[in-house]
C-alpha cells in the first residue's frame, strides 16, 4: 500500500485534493490545515499517506508529517472515531497540541471539532491520555527523575486549581507539568500553583 506520494497539485476540493503522481491522479482525503498550507495547483506536494482498503473503496488520507499520521492512526483506533472525524480534530489541532488535550483529558477542547459531541470527546480523552502522555513527555536528561504524572497527586490537584480558577484545562496541564519537570517531582502544591501562575501570566 502507499505510504508516501510526491506529486503536482491537480485540484482542491472541500475536503480533498487530486495530487498528480506520475501522469495518475491520486484522490486524496486531508484535513482544514493541509488544505490551509498547500502550494498553488501546479506546483509540488509531498504527503504522508494513511491507505485504507474496504469492501467497496481504497481511501487515502495525506497528512503533512509523520506525526500528524500517527495522530491520525492513534484517534481512529478509538471506537466512534472514523476517518472523518480524525480528520476534523486534526483540522484544529496540530500534533503536539492534540496530544497536550488528550495528555490533560481536555473533552472540552476536543468537543470543538465537527462532529465531535461530549460523550465522544470523552471517551477520547479517557482512552487516549496514557497514550499521548507518554509520546508527549519530553527526552529525559541522564539521571534526571522522572515528574509524576500531572494528573495524579499535588500536580492533579494544581491542575484542578488552575481550572477552578477560569483556565483550559490543557493550558493548566501544559504550565503544571512544566512547572514540575522545574520544581521537581517533590513539589508541593502551593509551588507548583504559584510557578505555574507565573508561567501562565508571560
Not at 495518475?24 to 509531498?46: C, D, I, W
Not at 536528561?141 to 484545562?169: E, M
Not at 496541564?173 to 502544591?189: D, H, P, T, W
Request: glycine fraction near 8%.
Amino acid at each position: 500500500m502507499f505510504a508516501w506520494l510526491r506529486g503536482a497539485v491537480r485540484a482542491v476540493r472541500d475536503d480533498s485534493i487530486v495530487l498528480d503522481v506520475g501522469g495518475v491522479g491520486y484522490h486524496v482525503f486531508v484535513s482544514g490545515k493541509v488544505l490551509n498550507a498547500l502550494p498553488p495547483v501546479g506546483e509540488t506536494l509531498s504527503l504522508e499517506i494513511e491507505t485504507q482498503v474496504r469492501e467497496d473503496h481504497i481511501h487515502l488520507f495525506g497528512f503533512q508529517s509523520p506525526s500528524e499520521l500517527r495522530c491520525f492512526q492513534m484517534l481512529t483506533s478509538v471506537q466512534g472515531v472514523g476517518a472523518k472525524v480524525g480528520l476534523a480534530i486534526l483540522s484544529i489541532f496540530s500534533p503536539e497540541d492534540l496530544l497536550l488535550a488528550l495528555s490533560a483529558k481536555d473533552a472540552k477542547a476536543l468537543a470543538r471539532a465537527n462532529g465531535v459531541g461530549p460523550k465522544l470527546a470523552s471517551r477520547i480523552a479517557n482512552e487516549l491520555s496514557e497514550k499521548a502522555g507518554s509520546a508527549a513527555l519530553p527526552q529525559q536528561k541522564p539521571h534526571q527523575s522522572t515528574p509524576s504524572n500531572a494528573q495524579t497527586g499535588a500536580a492533579g490537584d494544581a491542575v484542578s486549581a488552575l481550572t477552578n480558577l477560569g483556565y483550559d484545562r490543557s493550558e493548566a496541564f501544559k504550565a503544571v507539568r512544566a512547572a514540575q519537570e522545574k520544581m521537581g517531582a517533590s513539589a508541593s502544591l502551593d509551588s507548583l500553583i504559584t510557578q505555574a501562575l507565573k508561567s501562565l501570566a508571560r
